[in-house]
């Protein structure tokens, strides 16, 4: 049996998700997804709570943080199942995101824009992160900048020829995030 993981790229609302096995040397990719955690219109969660007065907003945030927890949780389900099949060991979920923990009440974070951004970021990866360790698979948090995307081009570039298409920065983000947990 060998050993996988799951990464994650994480973005505002979605993430690409690839099941990968082996080395940055010696790939193995099992699935690529592209996972919409909140419709369009939903994502941009603390802009559109920005908008509402204190108590809607928090209640604004609670639903969504819901909703899309539900999403990434059926997501993880179904991509520790591929990798099962594939008769692979999930050992690890990597998360392509900035580390720094979200401290801020939401009444600062929408006091301003710059906060409202970082704020959507840290609430996909918490989001993400909770719906992994819900299936039992631990979670690491890998900042985008140390996986070293421009240095790994070649063999990235090797590994998406056998991947097949998609193969954009994004899935590549998320491969090495798996690759770097293995």
Not at 39 to 52: K, L, S, T
Not at 79 to 85: I, Q, V
């Amino acid at each position: 049996m060998s050993r996988c993981a799951i990464g994650l790229s994480v973005h505002t609302g979605w993430a690409i998700c690839v099941v990968a096995s082996g080395s940055l040397r010696a790939p193995r990719v099992h699935a690529r997804d592209r996972l919409q955690l909140l419709p369009d219109r939903e994502r941009f969660v603390f802009h559109r709570a920005a908008e509402m007065d204190p108590a809607e907003a928090k209640r604004s945030v609670g639903r969504a943080a819901d909703r899309a927890f539900a999403t990434a949780a059926a997501a993880i389900a179904q991509l520790a199942g591929r990798a099962r099949a594939a008769a692979d060991d999930l050992v690890a979920c990597a998360i392509a995101a900035r580390q720094t923990p979200m401290r801020q009440s939401l009444e600062e974070i929408l006091a301003a824009h710059a906060r409202i951004h970082a704020a959507e970021g840290c609430f996909y990866r918490d989001v993400l992160r909770r719906a992994a360790e819900a299936h039992g698979v631990p979670v690491r948090i890998v900042a985008p900048d140390a996986l070293g995307l421009d240095g790994a081009a070649a063999l990235l570039a090797e590994a998406g020829r056998a991947a097949g298409r998609p193969w954009a920065k994004d899935q590549k983000l998320a491969a090495l995030a798996a690759w770097t947990v293995l």
